[in-house]
């Protein structure tokens, strides 16, 4: 037996391999937990704390999981399918190219574990999206950054990513970038791609690309073996409980997809309530314009510097992060504290419908 018994304590050989470069992702807050924490009633807070989308689900998606409910003890069927087929449709281009995951998040591990060899490095942001190094850590890959200057009022370019760059596996672009609101242009990516070297990926995260106006990356995944597009339905599409995103890859390589997806982990609820999402044009239209509207009520009425942003949130310099977070949360309103980002000067503000963006910056501009 490997298993010694001293002083109570259970000391095994039977460990987890070695994690500790591995880090735990900081979700946004909870509205329920931090009702709990503070004995507040939930329904008086507001939670704009994980880019979620301010009108909840698409309406048409909702019914189509209800109408779905009574059928779920069968394993999925054609609907991951036919929301292939539906996004290449979209994209312009085949249906294999669409690897549709668990969440944006699980597209980023089924590119990591296609692309990464044990001891492969991947090039990340910072600050950035920590899910991208975590991801490559699952995947046995070593990390590096580049930077993403507040210094250059977060602005992303090729440059500034080459500067960087030293012959990485994967290298992470995201547009818009969270928690900065900044993007960087399909020229830009296509420099990476170009001067990067014929073994690298350029993974450009578009969680938030439906916010923007910036022409999307896709068409690059037409026209190249080495860039990849992510995109999700958790953020305009207000599916984020469920978990269903995807990325879009090149042809030359797409049918690695059914050597690295893990069985039905895009779930048939959630391809039902994609497909529908993807026809409730009013919600999406609501949802963009709304964010717009916030974005620029937040950096014209907060007393305090903001960042231009494309996405669903502003970046807002409020002196102590961490402290305006907690006295925030005290009066109803859950931002969230980008201390965890390498900015414990700021917040990031996810954009509500109109009223609970003007009762946030209220709230805010109170205490800063
Ligand atoms: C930049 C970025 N990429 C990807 C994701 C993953 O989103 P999901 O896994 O919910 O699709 C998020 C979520 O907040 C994000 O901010």
Redesign the pocket.
């Known amino acids: 037996m490997s298993t010694l018994k001293t002083r109570g304590a259970l000391i095994s050989d039977m460990q987890p391999r070695d994690l500790s470069h591995h880090v735990a992702y900081e979700a946004g807050r909870g509205i329920e937990e931090v009702a709990r924490e503070l004995g507040l009633d939930p329904e008086g807070l507001i939670k704009l704390s994980?880019?979620e989308n301010a009108f909840g689900p698409a309406p048409k998606a909702v019914e189509a999981i209800r109408e779905y409910a009574p059928k779920v003890h069968s394993y999925p069927k054609s609907s991951a399918a036919d929301l292939r087929e539906r996004l290449g449709e979209r994209f312009g281009v085949d249906t294999g190219q669409i690897w549709l995951a668990n969440?944006?998040?699980?597209a980023?591990d089924y590119l990591g574990r296609a692309m990464l060899r044990p001891g492969d490095d991947v090039l990340v942001p910072t600050p950035g999206?920590a899910?991208y190094g975590m991801s490559a850590r699952y995947h046995h890959g070593d990390v590096t950054e580049y930077p993403i200057r507040k210094s250059e009022g977060f602005e992303q370019s090729a440059a500034a990513v080459l500067e960087s760059y030293d012959g990485e596996r994967i290298v992470y672009l995201?547009s818009p970038h969270?928690p900065t609101g900044s993007e960087i242009s399909k020229d830009d990516v296509e420099t990476v791609a170009e001067r990067t070297a014929d073994e690298t990926l350029v993974v450009v995260?578009e969680?938030?690309g439906e916010y923007s106006e910036t022409p999307s990356a896709i068409p690059l995944v037409g026209e190249r073996d080495d860039v990849a597009v992510?995109r999700?339905?958790?953020k305009a599409y207000g599916l984020?409980g469920l978990?269903l995103?995807y990325a879009v890859v090149p042809d030359a390589w797409a049918d690695a997809y059914a050597r690295v997806n893990t069985p039905f982990a895009a779930s048939e609820i959630a391809c039902r309530a994609g497909l529908a999402a993807l026809d409730d044009d009013d919600h999406v239209e609501k949802t963009v314009e709304t964010a717009a509207w916030g974005r620029e009520y937040i950096s014209e009425n907060l007393e305090c510097r903001t960042w231009d942003s494309a996405g669903n949130f502003v970046l807002c310099e409020v002196g102590d992060g961490e402290s305006i977070t907690a006295d925030a949360q005290r009066k109803g309103v859950i931002v969230r504290d980008t201390t965890s980002f390498g900015l414990p000067e700021c917040v990031r503000i996810t954009c509500g419908t109109r009223s609970e963006t003007k009762r946030a910056v209220e709230v805010l501009n109170g205490l800063i």
């Open positions: 994980s880019n969440g944006g998040d699980g980023l999206f899910y995201t969270n995260d969680a938030y992510i999700t339905f958790s984020a978990r995103g």
